[in-house]
């Protein structure tokens, strides 16, 4: 597709539309729900506005349980120098980068990395998301970038500026009653350097199908809190009784009331249902948890829970992470594409990222000893370097597996020592 000027304002007026609609997933995440601006206030009463951050929430679990462990790199080929050339590369930054990645798209639905070479010649990957960026694709099953625009400005800066990535070369631009084209350089990735991360295949934002929930949930607590707070303004009702308003000040000073016979004082307060409310606000918090596939860890759990009845307890969560990986997956593969890219024209070296296998662990309470035990009955069925990426302390196992070798020769040698003394 060619590359003009018509197009790049076409896809930079879709990301204007596309901040509008998904700015309000990142005003939920951020605690601004639409009880702030939309609660229907009363006057002369109580408007407190409780908010319940659910999406935080279950964003920030969901992504600790897929990504709170380190992701593994298995050679499939054993190829140790595949592994040392990622661990040299990336590790250094790609864990607390995935988690926030992966926050971004749950958040937004989708969040994009841009991967570039620093000024250190280094290989580098940064956030952006759909309230800065927009990637056009190319209509095919692979959902290929073929143009990705990123908004953004500078500190101190009144410019709006716009960069333009193509397969091979990248644009600038400042934004100013039109596109102003301030210059222009290639790239070393032969393919649009910004990846696509989706929350699912739907791209929509993961906590989307409770929001009215939420809303209810806020609403109801709210009404509740200002209904109890208003008793403090409850009215003293004097039946078949007249006093003056100096004779009520003396009477509060005094604590007593003075009535004629047949009169009567009482206070006009509310009745409120607490059960029928209690009841309520449970049900619309078990819909909320039932809808995210997540479980209420702030119920009673008995001290000695296994972790398997915690998985099983999971399990929907589990199905719902699943897809999760499967994407993020896809994500890392592509980022380990363009690297081997960098690596070959800056060092000659060619790798293949269909080599890699990506593996993840959750992020739970292990058993450790059920672990091991699993570990040792498979020694002759799979090979170490598989077997040590199911203890979630080892963060490479290829490189465990190199302390292991030498700590064993420095045994050996020391024993050696032993025998010829």
């Avoid at 595949?82 to 958040?107: F, G, M, P, V, Y």
């Avoid at 759990?301 to 719902?320: H, M, V, Y």
């Avoid at 170490?384 to 465990?400: A, D, G, N, R």
Wanted: hydrophobic residues 35%.
């Amino acid at each position: 597709m060619q590359i003009t000027e018509n197009l790049i304002i076409q896809c930079l007026n879709e990301l204007e539309k596309n901040t509008t609609d998904k700015k309000v997933y990142k005003d939920y995440y951020e605690g601004n729900h639409s009880i702030i601006k939309n609660y229907a206030m009363q006057d002369s009463r109580s408007n407190m506005k409780l908010v319940f951050n659910f999406p935080r929430k279950f964003v920030d679990n969901e992504t600790g349980y897929l990504l709170g462990k380190p992701v593994n790199f298995v050679s499939k080929t054993d190829d140790d120098e595949i592994i040392d050339a990622i661990d040299k590369n990336i590790s250094h930054w790609d864990k607390e980068h995935n988690i926030h990645l992966r926050k971004s798209s749950e958040i937004y639905g989708e969040s994009y990395e841009l991967n570039y070479i620093n000024q250190d010649g280094e290989f580098c990957a940064t956030i952006l998301n759909p309230l800065n960026c927009f990637v056009l694709e190319d209509g095919t099953a692979e959902r290929n970038g073929i143009l990705a625009l990123h908004k953004f400005n500078r500190s101190f800066d009144e410019n709006t500026y716009l960069d333009v990535y193509t397969d091979h070369e990248i644009l600038h631009y400042i934004i100013d009653d039109g596109l102003k084209l301030q210059g222009k350089h290639t790239h070393i990735f032969d393919r649009v350097p910004i990846i696509v991360s989706p929350a699912n295949s739907e791209r929509k934002s993961g906590f989307h199908d409770v929001i009215s929930l939420v809303d209810a949930y806020n609403a109801i607590n709210s009404d509740l809190v200002n209904e109890i707070s208003d008793h403090r303004n409850a009215y003293l009702v004097i039946e078949n009784a007249k006093i003056e308003e100096e004779d009520l000040l003396r009477m509060k000073s005094m604590g007593i009331i003075q009535v004629p016979k047949g009169g009567s004082v009482k206070w006009l307060t509310k009745d409120i249902n607490d059960s029928f409310v209690k009841n309520e606000l449970d049900n619309i918090e078990r819909k909320i948890f039932d809808m995210m596939d997540q479980v209420n860890f702030n119920e009673n759990w008995a001290a000695n829970t296994s972790s398997l009845a915690i998985r099983n307890k999971l399990l929907n969560l589990e199905n719902r992470v699943a897809i999760r990986e499967a994407m993020m997956e896809q994500v890392i593969k592509k980022r380990l594409k363009n690297l081997f890219i960098f690596l070959s024209k800056k060092e000659g070296r060619y790798f293949d990222y269909k080599d890699i296998a990506i593996k993840f662990t959750r992020n739970l309470p292990t058993d450790l000893v059920g672990l091991a035990d699993v570990i040792t009955k498979l020694q002759n069925v799979c090979s170490q370097e598989s077997l040590l990426t199911l203890l979630p302390f080892i963060e490479s196992p290829k490189v465990e597996i190199s302390k292991f070798k030498s700590e064993q020769k420095q045994i050996e040698l020391h024993n050696w020592d032993g025998l010829d003394e």
